[in-house]
């Protein structure tokens, strides 16, 4: 799957607040590469495997879109999806099907659903639905300046691509500020270096993770220098962004 590198301008709710969206499908690997996709634009995501936890899910998180897979261990997204619409009847809708049969999309709209994409897909066009879909419907806005990432004292312009900590400027290149990005938009969630490598670099470097050991180190470095440390390795697991507790 193609990754998304997210220059596009930020959308948000009508409010201002991070729009939320649930993906629901059952292949756990394909539910955390289309959360970690949407979580890069800025989004609030949580997902389920299964008919029963995606209603729950619903329930609490009252969200603006859902991605949904057609084929469920306990139901059909069909299904799912009439019970969303007694929880949130303006949901927006995208359904994730393996099927390519024209009664199948037929049967997703009929269903009310908005969209559908047929697997495999990429993620870039996932992302680009999801983002029509919530404009169309009035749900979302797109912000008027870049979005700002803070976590801790550490702080990034996203727009301006400038970065600073205790207000002091920290120059980048261009894959340190994209590593750096990623790093921000999951704040105390530790990142494997395949989740890493999936999204800074858009592709699968196989044997040579050494390469988000080098960038880390790189980052480090200029983030780091002579302060209380942010970016932490997990041994066995991979690397996680702490804000520094006073």
Known sequence: MNTPRSGRPALARPDGTPLRVLVVDDDPDLAEVLSGALRYEGWVVRSAGDGATAVAEARD??????????????????????????????????????????EDRIAGITAGGDDYVTKP????????????????????????????????????????REVTRTGELIELSPTEFELLRFLMRNPR????????????????????A???????????????????????????AGYVLKPVVR
């Open 61 to 102: 998180l009252m969200p603006d879109a859902v991605v949904l897979d057609v084929m469920l261990p306990d139901t059909d997204g069909f299904s799912v999806l009439r019970t969303l619409h007694t929880v949130k009847p303006d949901v927006c809708v995208l359904f994730l099907t393996a099927r390519d049969a024209v």
């Open 121 to 160: 897909f990429s993620l870039e066009e996932v992302v680009a639905r999801l983002r029509g879909l919530l404009r169309r419907a009035g749900m979302a806005r797109q912000l008027e300046e870049g979005p700002r990432l803070t976590v801790g004292d550490l702080v990034m312009d996203e727009e301006a």
């Open 189 to 208: 969630r530790v990142l494997s270096k395949a989740q890493i490598l999936e999204r800074v670099w858009s592709y699968d470097f196989g044997g040579q």
């Open 210 to 236: 050494h390469v988000v050991e080098l960038y880390i180190s790189y980052l480090r470095k200029k983030v780091d220098a002579g302060r209380e440390p942010m970016i932490h390795t997990v041994r066995g």
